[in-house]
C-alpha cells in the first residue's frame, strides 16, 4: 500500500493499529479517522440486527440467531476500526471475523443434520480452531496470518456450498448472488492495496465531490457484507427446505430480502 502523505491526527490521537487503509485520514471530520470506510460497515450492521428479530420471531435454530451476530459484532468492530485506527480496535474487527464465520462454517456443514441438533465434534474442532488463531493473531500481530485463516474459513463455506448445489434443493441464483457479491468486493479490496497510490492521486486531483466512490475498501464492506448476508439467507432457505417447513423468500422495504416460515406473510422475492 503507498503512503497517504503526512499523518493527520484527529480526536482518537496517533493511529496505534498494524494497518492504515488507503482512505486519507481526517479528511471529512475531525471525529472519524476513516469516513466512508466507517460508514460504510452501516451494511453489516443494520440488516443483521432486523434479521435477530426475525429469528427470534419465527423461532429459528439458534445457528442462524449467532450467524447474524457474527457479521453484527464484524460490523460494529469494523465500525471503530476505521474510525479510531486504534490497534485494540483493530482487534474488535478482525477476531469476530474468525468467530463470526465459524457459526457459518458450522451452518453450511451441518445443513441436512436433524432439527435442534448439534455435531460436538465439529464445535469443539471450530472452537479450537478459533481459538489457536486468536493466540497466534495476538502474539504475532501478523495480518497475513489472519487473512489466510479467514480465507481458509471461507473456502470450507464455498465447498460446503458445492455440496449443497449438487445434492440438495437450494436456491443457486440466490447463492450465485451472493458469491458475485463477495467476490467482487473482494477483487475491490485487492485494487485499493494494490493500486493506493493512484487512487489517491485520482481521488484528490480529478474525482472531486466523486471521490467517495473510489474509496475500494469501502465498497469491499458493502458488497461482502450483502454477500455474506445473502450467503446466510441461502443456508437458513436450504435447511428450512430440506425440513420441509416450506421457507418464503420475502422483501424488506420493496428491496431486502429475507427468509420466514410463514408462507402468507409479505410480498414473494
Known sequence: M???GPSVHGIWGIPSATIDWCEENYAVTHYIAEFWNTVSNLVMIVPPFIMILIVIKQKFENRFLFCHLGVLSVGVGSWCFHMTLLYSMQLLDELPMIWGTAFLVYSFIE???????HNKPLEVILLLYCLVVTIIYMTTNNTVFHEIAYGLMVACMVFASVRMLLTMECSKPLFITAFIFYMVGFFLWNIDNVYCGK??????DFAGMLGPLLEMHAWWHILAGIGTYLSIIFV???RYTHLKKNPQFKVWLGFWPYVTLEATAGKKY
Open 111 to 117: 445443513v441436512a443434520s436433524p432439527p435442534n441438533s
Open 199 to 204: 487512487l489517491s492521486y485520482i481521488r484528490k
Open 236 to 238: 437458513t432457505h436450504t
Open 2 to 4: 503507498a503512503p497517504k
